[in-house]
Structure formats: C-alpha cells, structure tokens
C-alpha cells in the first residue's frame, strides 16, 4: 500500500473489505499498518541493473470547520478552526533489495481564532504552515523481512475508526524499523511483527492535545523524547481468522543521562529489555520514562463476511502478576468493535457496518487510586505526543465514544452515513461536554481519479466544560487524488 496519506486510507479501507468478501489475504490481520512501503507495494520486481520508478499519485485534501477545532486521521494535518490544506506527492523507487518512497506533505491552516474557555482552547492568532517529509520511506527487503528508515504514519490494532495506541492522528515521526513484510509461516502459525525507534518532538508556541489544546508547559522546555514500540500479530494454524497480538511503546528523553548509563540496547530498545512488571525493572520510578501497552484479538469470519475485534490497554506498569488479576481496570482502556458486509442484489454490490466504542476514562477506582489520564503518567509531561498532537486515540485525551457507520458499496463507488458520541475526558467533572456528530462521506474512483469527501455536523453540550454552552460545529473536508 505504498501510497500517499489520502489515497492509502482509501485503498486501505477497501483491501479490508475484501478480505471480509473472501477475496483478500487472508494471513493479513489489518492489527499492523503503515503507509511505508509493505508487501502489496504495486511496484514490479526491479533489478540493481534495471530500477523500477513510478511516480505516486497527485493528492490535495481540504478542511474546513465552522466553530471549533475538531480532527480526526487527518495525519500532519492541525487540530485548528477555519480552512486547511494538504498537498501530497512524490515518487517510488525499487532496486533489487532497496525499496525508496519520497511522499512529502506540504501544509497550511488559516488557524483562525475561536471561543476558547478555562480548561479548553488557545488563539494564536498566526496561520500555519510546514513541509513534513510525509510518507516517505527508504528500506532494505530480504527473505521475508524489511528494515530502514521512515517518517511514514503507522497504525497498530484492530481498530476501525480508533485504536489506542498508533493512528493517524498524529504526523509521521522519524524513525527506524526491523519488522517483517508479511505475513510469515513461523510452523504453528502465521507472524507479523515490528520493532521501532524513534524520536518525538514537542512546539513548545502551539497549542497541546493533551492539554486539552492549551499552549503547551514551557517550564519542561521543548525535550527530544526517544520512543522504543513493539507489535506483534499471531495467526494460529488451528483456527483460522484468529489474530491475537500486544503492542507496546516506552518513550524516555533523549538526553536523559541515567538512561544513557544503562547500555545500548536498553537505551535503544527498552521495550524488548524491560520486563512488562515494575518489581522487576529496577529504579524504574526514579527514570524519566513511561510506557503504554496493549493486547488484541481480530477474528474474521469470511464466509458470513463479518468480523469482531478488542484491544485492552493500560497507561502504566502494573506491580506484579497479582495486580494485573485484582486491578483489571487501573490505568486501563479498551476498544471493542464488529463489521458486517451483507451482499446485495447485482456484481460488486455491498452493504458495510461498523459499530465501535471506546472507552478511555478511568474507572470508579481512581477516587482511591489515581492512575491519571491516558497518555501522560510520571514526569513526561510532553505526554504521548508528536509534534503536539497524540499518537493514538482520535477522541483526544480521556474521551468515551460510541461510533457507528453504513456504507454503501457500489462498485468504485462509496457512499457512508455515520454516527458518533464522544464524551470529552467526563471523569472529576462539574460539567460534562459531550459532542454528537452525524455525517456522510462519499467515495468515487474512475480511471486516474480518486476522490473521497466528509461533511459531519456535531452538536457540543457543554463546550469547554462550562454550562450553557453549546455550539454548533460544521466540519467539512474534500479529497483528491490524480494517478499520473
């Protein structure tokens, strides 16, 4: 799926569609994404004497929001009021063993100013505008297996519209990668997997997501964070469809000299050095490090075109083995879905649902033992970040959401109608903001034309958390892409 940010999303919903039709891969377990460069790249088998290049599609989004900020996997682009724009392109390139990908993203946002209150919001005043280098991607490929270098955006779970911890919420981050590059028989089984470095960055003069889009805390200054991810997805032999996997991330500063003193490989990869139970990971209380970590299972039923997934996570090491078995809820969120195709009447003609909840707010438990919000615990206050805007979850910082969707599929054509609730971080609260959003989105594809559009109106109880307020919000966004 090597393919610019838009035009991936588009391709990447429709080849999980047909894995459900009883078309698509069936060793695929859609828990482990990415728009690098993977196993279905289009390109032809190249040689070191004849290279293959192909120039990728020409693609430009557009957004607009009429009251607040409100995104959702839009990727680099900005969580602002008013018009924004995308433009992406580029190029592919393949060599014998090395694959390359240059897919930079060109940004800008009118930024303008909006109601903000107390506890949410913050104007500038000052548009935005960046080049990102996007989705691009140089990698080696061998014998199953693929390692290099990337800013290109991941996902990692189940999860159709959310997942926990990698969506595309965030902006590609800078980092290298050892993984495989598809599905591998391992005997017992199928195998996907990928172990991650890299590095985050914070703005310190631009609004935090996990501030609730409040300037970011300077008093922590603007810190590099290194961050070590794991995720791995097991098919076993025996029951087919099943896919059962973890996902971790720790994240520890840059420079942060008693991690430096701890060797190499637990400096660079703490996430396969550190067990997963603080006893016994020694002085990890006194580090400048955190972790998150989840557990999922997809199992797809092809012949009934349906399927169900969850993903479990907690924001914190649990003690030992009997705190994982008596503090379940602590520190811990879930995502829960199901998707079901029901053939229609005609060649190429389907129905799709979706239903998904997600549910990040703590549990009654915190009024005697705090575990914090999601994605920010110890002395990391940047919190699970790049570039202001949080990696994982697209409800934000501690939202409950309820998500459910009907898309008619036609051919190269789509037509979508959805629904959702998202409580806004509801726990320790005077005044709840709750946000009920009702839309559709369009998709058309014809000869070298891709275009996918989204108009959502969301209705704010509460905005910001104070009473009385409600606002109306209109979000609408259109994308194209061109196969030059």
């Known amino acids: 799926m090597a393919q610019t940010f838009d035009v991936a999303i588009m391709q990447d919903e429709q080849l999980r569609r047909e894995q459900l039709m009883g078309r698509g891969n069936a060793r695929k377990s859609f828990a482990i994404r990415s728009m690098a460069l993977q196993g279905d790249t289009v390109l032809q088998q190249g040689t070191l004497q004849k290279p293959v290049v192909r120039v990728l599609p020409l693609a430009m989004t557009t957004v607009f929001t009429s009251s607040h900020p409100f995104s959702v996997n839009d990727g680099s682009l900005i969580a602002a009021k008013g018009l924004q724009t995308r433009l992406s392109g580029g190029l592919q390139m393949k060599a014998g063993f090395l694959e390359a990908q240059l897919a930079p993203e060109l940004v800008w946002a009118a930024n303008a100013n909006y109601a903000a209150t107390s506890s949410f919001g913050y104007n500038s005043g000052k548009s935005f505008q960046r080049i990102y280098p996007g989705q691009s991607t140089l990698q080696l490929t061998a014998a199953g297996f693929r390692a290099g270098v990337s800013t290109a955006n991941q996902w990692w779970g189940p999860g159709v519209r959310n997942s926990l911890l990698m969506t595309y919420q965030a902006p590609g981050f800078a980092h290298f990668f050892v993984g495989s590059k598809r599905p591998q028989n391992i005997g017992i089984g199928h195998l996907e997997w990928q172990v991650t470095g890299g590095w985050l960055r914070t703005d310190g003069n631009r609004s935090m997501e996990n501030r609730h889009l409040k300037v970011a805390d300077l008093e922590f200054g603007e810190r590099k964070r290194f961050l070590s991810g794991l995720t791995v997805s097991y098919q076993p032999k025996w029951i087919p469809g099943l896919y059962l996997g973890l996902n971790r991330v720790i994240q520890t500063f840059a420079n942060d000299s008693a991690v430096k003193a701890q060797g190499n490989f637990e400096r660079f990869f703490p996430v396969l050095a550190l067990a997963a139970q603080k006893k016994n990971v020694a002085n990890e ?32 090491y649990k003690l030992n083995t009997r705190d994982y078995l008596l503090g379940t809820s602590h520190s811990a969120a879930h995502i829960a879905g199901v998707k079901k195709l029901i053939r229609q009447s005609g060649e190429n003609r389907w129905i799709d649902l979706n239903f998904e909840i997600t549910k990040m707010s703590q549990t009654p438990d915190y009024m005697v033992r705090n575990a914090g919000n999601w994605y920010e615990h110890g002395s990391i206050k940047e919190g699970y970040t790049h570039d202001n805007q949080i990696m994982g979850s697209i409800y934000g910082f501690g939202a409950d959401a309820v998500y459910a969707s009907m898309t008619l599929v036609r051919d190269q054509k789509r037509l979508g109608f959805f629904i959702e609730q998202i409580k806004r971080d509801p726990v320790n609260r005077t005044y709840q903001w709750t946000d009920l959003g009702i839309g559709f989105a369009p998709q058309w594809t014809k000869d070298r034309w891709l275009f996918n559009g989204k108009a959502e109106i969301i209705h704010s109880s509460g905005y910001g958390w104070e009473p009385g307020k409600n606002r109306i919000n209109v979000l609408v966004g259109v994308s194209w892409g061109y196969r030059l």
């Open 285 to 316: 209380d006194l580090l400048d490090r955190d972790q998150v970590a989840s557990f999922f299972l997809r199992w797809i039923f092809p012949k009934n075109h349906f399927e169900f997934y969850l993903e479990y996570g907690y924001n914190d």
